[in-house]
């Protein structure tokens, strides 16, 4: 089975751009979460879709949105980039219950300039 | 708040060692605490724990969970170079996976 699957792998942006980040899930899951991580701060959690519904929200500001389309795959995007959401941004799968483990992907590196 | 601490936040070990990594969290609306092992990029899942009590193991790795304290612990035994990397505790609320800084884990020939 294939696992999550994020593209790009890497991505180089400056300031004020916006980007948009593409996860694929693992076939059968429905849930999908993302999240940032950085040296400083971890692993935060920025959202949550299920069925094409955000289903919970971290304490990103509203520059950091998500959207998830009928066949589970999800697409984070920011916009007006700062030099601090430089990170490495995770998406995980899961199943439908929220007792299934969640699965990363490898991530996309993002760096902001 | 949510608070998740690990410990210790770095071991040095020969190959060949046992090792226990700890994980304790305050965590409102607590549903389980997931392990993973983190080497260069996705965090690899290892180990889903539910119940108080109950020892969960895959090969040398075996993790337990104590909801009374709080806490759980990850042990790692005859470890491996290959073992080396950064172990993540991470408790699970309704909403979503809370995330301790993690263990760093270096194991030497």
């Known amino acids: 089975k294939a696992g999550v699957t994020q593209t790009p792998r890497y991505l180089i942006k400056t300031r004020g751009q916006q980007v948009t980040l593409s996860c694929s899930p693992i076939s059968g899951h429905r849930s999908v979460s993302w999240y940032q991580q950085t040296p400083g701060q971890g692993l935060q959690f920025l959202f949550e879709y299920f069925s094409e519904t955000q289903r919970n929200k971290g304490n990103f500001p509203g520059r950091f949105s998500g959207r998830q389309f009928s066949n589970s795959r999800s697409e984070m995007n920011v916009s007006t980039l700062e030099l601090g959401d430089s990170a490495l941004y995770l998406c995980?799968?899961?199943?439908?219950?929220?007792?299934?483990?969640?699965?990363f992907g490898n991530g996309t590196r993002l760096t902001v300039t | 708040e949510d608070k998740v601490v690990q410990s210790p936040l770095s071991l040095v070990v020969h190959e060949g060692d046992t090792v226990t990594l700890n994980c304790s969290y305050e965590?409102?609306?607590?549903?389980?605490l997931l392990w993973y092992k983190q080497e260069k990029k996705a965090p690899t899942f290892l180990f889903m724990l539910?119940?108080?009590?109950i020892e969960k193991k895959s090969g040398r790795l075996s993790s337990i969970l104590d909801k009374k304290e709080l806490s759980s612990i990850l042990n790692i035994t005859a470890t491996q170079t290959g073992d080396s990397a950064i172990y993540l505790c991470?408790?699970?609320?309704?909403?979503?996976?809370?995330f301790g800084t993690g263990t760093r884990l270096q194991v030497f020939p």
């Open positions: 539910t119940s108080s009590g």
């Open positions: 965590v409102t609306n607590f549903r389980s």
């Open positions: 991470a408790p699970r609320n309704t909403d979503k996976l809370i």
């Open positions: 995980a799968s899961s199943l439908v219950s929220l007792d299934s483990p969640l699965h």
